[in-house]
Each structure stands twice: as C-alpha cells, then as structure tokens.
C-alpha cells in the first residue's frame, strides 16, 4: 500500500484517507473479514456510484513476492490491462515458469474459499459448493476427493459425505500468511482463487469457474479423465501482467496498465 500510494503521489494524484468524495478508492483486498471489514461498504458505495476501486491483494504467482493490482475485482471480473504490450519475457523476470503436465497423479482436489470474500459472495454455503463439486466429480470419475477448506474459513465437516479427505492447511514457518500446498493431485476443483492460477502452472488441470483467471487453461468434469494437454504459454505471459513486485509498485508500470478502467 506505502508503495502504491508512494507511485501516485509521485505522478501528481492526490491521496486522502478515508473519503467518500474521491474519484476512485483504494483498499487491500475484497475478503471482508477481521481488520478487513469496513472496506466492504467502501467498495460497495464507489461502486454503486459507478466510482472505480483499486484493489491490492496478495499474488498467486510468487506468494509474499508479487502482489495483484487491479479494478473493481481481483477475479477475471476485474481489470487487470495484462491483454496487450506485453513483455514476452515477464514471467521469467518473476521467476516463474510452466511445470509439465501431470497425468499420473490420483486425488482430486476441491480448494474451498473464504465464505466472507466477494469473489464467493454469489455462491451462498461454502458446504453447499463444495457437496456440488463432490456431486460433479463423481459423475466422472472414481478417484478419491480431498477436501481443502481455507485457511482462516473453517468449514462444518458434518455437512460433508463421509468418505472424503480433509486436508488442513499448515502454516509455513517465517511467513506472513502462507500455507503449505503440495498440489500432488490429478485435477484441483476451485472457485476463482489462487489455487487455480497455481494448479495451472504447476500443470494440474483446474477445474474452475468462468470468472476465475485460470479459466481459460481450465478443464471441464467431463474432461476431467483426458490429457492435460492446454497451450499455457501465452496465459502465463498474460498472468504476469497481473502482478508486481513491491519495487515495481513504486515505480508504477501497474497504474499505465489500469488506467483505461480508471
């Protein structure tokens, strides 16, 4: 945030806090949640005002090192300016790269989200989409289903059938808010978080919604048993377009590539 507001003052834009009479707000994130939920009436004022709102959030390419920026949604809702003048080379500069695809893995895993983000806000029950994602998966196949709720979103198991894994996230040691994640699965069923651009880049297919930014590498159920075989090459060049380091917040690439939402 320090480095974001730092770039626009540099450029000339006036920054105030806590105003309803600006011409576009900034807040970090969209999970109205602890510390986080005033912003909600923020975000749901600008926009009901057809005001726009950027939004930082933590990155799903480097996790503590690139940080999302964007307009209105960190969803595929969102604008993000990462279709054009894009630097064919930007994903190796943040350290990031395609792994081969993998086909000989056997769990599926369903990657719950927070119940209070506006990402899910139109899926009520976070129970009730993850017995959907069951009900979907086992129309196609056998393999066993491991359940991961979010971190900070405990779900109620007793809502859940009986026969499926319950994985629980681990806090890894020196870090913020990062949690362990091996992704040794066959396919990675999630809504439109992190753990879908994840599963695509470490070449697990993603079973996702259309508002997710994994969407267009993502596979359907009834694919679920076939190759995973998707050209991501352009997507990941894309996805790093996305994101930004904290240095690169300063410097401000990221308010050239908005500005057109703004």
């Not at 974001?4 to 105003?19: A, D, E, K, R």
Request: proline letters at 5%.
């Amino acid at each position: 945030m320090s480095a974001v507001l730092s770039h626009l003052q540099s450029v000339g834009i006036s920054t105030v806090q806590n105003s309803w009479d600006a011409d576009a707000a900034l807040i970090w994130s969209v999970l109205w949640h602890g510390r986080m939920v005033s912003n909600r009436s923020v975000y749901e004022y600008y926009r009901t005002k057809s005001r726009p709102v950027i939004i930082i959030d933590i990155g799903a390419l480097v996790r503590g090192h690139t940080w999302k920026i964007s307009v209105n949604n960190i969803t595929a809702e969102g604008y993000y300016g990462h279709r054009e003048n894009l630097d064919l080379d930007r994903p190796k500069k943040l350290g990031v790269k395609l792994a081969t695809a993998q086909n000989q893995n056997s769990t599926i895993l369903i990657a719950a989200q927070h119940r209070n983000s506006q990402q899910v806000i139109k899926l009520g029950s976070m129970e009730n989409w993850i017995n959907q994602q069951i009900t979907n998966v086992r129309a196609v196949t056998d393999r066993p289903i491991v359940v991961r709720p979010h971190p900070r979103s405990p779900i109620n198991v007793k809502l859940l059938p009986a026969d499926v894994h319950i994985e629980t996230p681990t806090r890894l040691p020196n870090t913020y808010d990062s949690f362990d994640m091996t992704l040794d699965c066959h396919a990675v069923v999630n809504h439109n978080s992190g753990p879908g651009i994840q599963a695509a880049i470490a070449g697990i297919r993603p079973i996702v919604d259309a508002t997710s930014l994994a969407h267009p590498v993502s596979v359907a159920f009834r694919g679920i048993e076939t190759a995973y075989d998707i050209d991501r090459s352009q997507w990941l060049i894309e996805m790093a377009h996305t994101e930004y380091t904290v240095q690169e917040l300063q410097e401000g690439s990221w308010l050239k590539r908005i500005a057109p939402a703004l």
